[in-house]
């Protein structure tokens, strides 16, 4: 069995520059957390002179300094190195799930020549922190093989109703908007055929930079034209949370500011207002934890995962119930922002799982 990685890379070209440098983002960003060249270059598995040799031709090839150096405060990004991270933070929040996308459509194209390949589960779920975290862990497990695609809420389950997948993940908001999005997910739901596996729960709201210089408090704030959103795209079920908030408070978002401004997955909302390209999203609290933004909750949302109930006598699902049920996967869970372990790997019916 082989395993696919793809990854974007970052060469920069001059017009009046016949060569082409190749910049590492990870390098600088260590920086910017860290503010010493030595840890970043530690982390990187360099020296600190291979480190600052690299630093320095960048910096020469731009004609610009990327970090700067204060007496007393360590080595800080200058304005321009700054925005070099950022742009990359943003590529990857965008391009990583795509990418992972891509890289399993090759997995599963070419294990499949491989002799005695077991067989394969195939996962569709929305991106989010612990789903990768489940990913990661199914990854390292020999003789199990998992077709984890990200898609939204609602494509997940038209993929199980028309047998594309095997396991669908979704998310159900909880409180009073709870009725509706259980409405909408059980159009696709026999609760003679289908059974629910309890995952995880994640606390959502508005995340805006740190400090929150513009004040913003509630949904209603999000009217005042001086403030960008950078919503949701609208296939997503995040997007389709934040419509319904909307309409609870009687907000028309297409007199939002942005609200037509759609990026794909929660990090990459995040990536935009920590660069500065816009001034509030609505995502999860880990996605505003990872760029250092100040979080509003706003509500709280059961993911789960659906499949048919012959579906839980695979071995391979038993294999992937015990992981969610494992100590490591809980500890794994704790570590993420707004994240909890709730009955994760329990299996219910649906009237138990919908409070029907």
């Known amino acids: 069995m082989i395993r696919i990685k793809i990854e974007p890379v970052w060469r920069f070209t001059r017009d009046h520059k016949p060569e082409s440098v190749l910049v590492m983002l990870e390098l600088l960003n260590d920086i910017r957390v860290s503010g010493t060249i030595s840890r970043a270059a530690g982390r990187a598995g360099m020296s600190y002179r291979h480190a600052w040799n690299l630093i320095e031709k960048w910096s020469d090839f731009f004609d610009l300094p990327l970090v700067e150096r204060k007496q007393g405060r360590g080595t800080t990004l200058t304005e321009f190195g700054g925005k070099l991270v950022w742009a990359g933070q943003r590529l990857q929040a965008r391009l990583g799930p795509q990418l992972q996308n891509l890289s399993q459509e090759l997995e599963t194209e070419l294990n499949q020549f491989f002799p005695h390949e077991p067989s394969i589960i195939r996962v569709h779920a929305s991106h989010g922190f612990a789903v990768s975290k489940l990913r990661e862990m199914l990854s390292r497990e020999v003789d199990l093989r998992v077709d984890l695609r990200y898609v939204g809420s609602q494509n997940s389950l ?80 995040t997007r389709h949370l934040f419509d319904q908030l909307l309409a609870r408070y009687k907000i028309d978002g297409s007199k939002i500011d942005g609200y037509d401004r759609i990026e794909f997955t929660h990090p ?37 995962f659906v499949c048919r109930k012959q579906t839980l006598e695979a071995a391979a699902v038993q294999r992937i119930l015990a992981i969610m049920q494992s100590e490591e996967f809980r500890a794994a869970i704790a570590q993420l922002p707004g994240y909890r372990s709730n009955d994760s790997g329990t299996v219910k019916t649906i009237a138990e799982a919908f409070c029907l």
């Open 158 to 237: 038209m993929a199980l109703a028309h047998d594309d997948c095997e396991l669908a993940g979704i998310h159900i908001p909880q409180g009073d908007l709870r009725k509706e999005s259980v409405a909408a997910a059980k159009k696709w739901l026999n609760p003679g055929i289908h059974r629910v596996i309890a995952f995880v729960t994640r606390e959502m709201g508005l995340m805006v930079k740190r400090g929150n210089p513009l004040k913003i408090r509630s949904l209603e704030d999000l009217r005042k034209p001086h403030i960008r959103l950078i919503n949701r795209d609208p296939d997503s079920g």
């Open 268 to 304: 990459a909302v995040a990536a935009f207002v920590a660069s500065d390209m816009a001034d509030v999203c609505f995502g999860v609290e880990a996605a505003a934890r990872q760029f250092e933004l100040d979080f509003i909750r706003l509500a709280t949302e059961d993911y789960l």
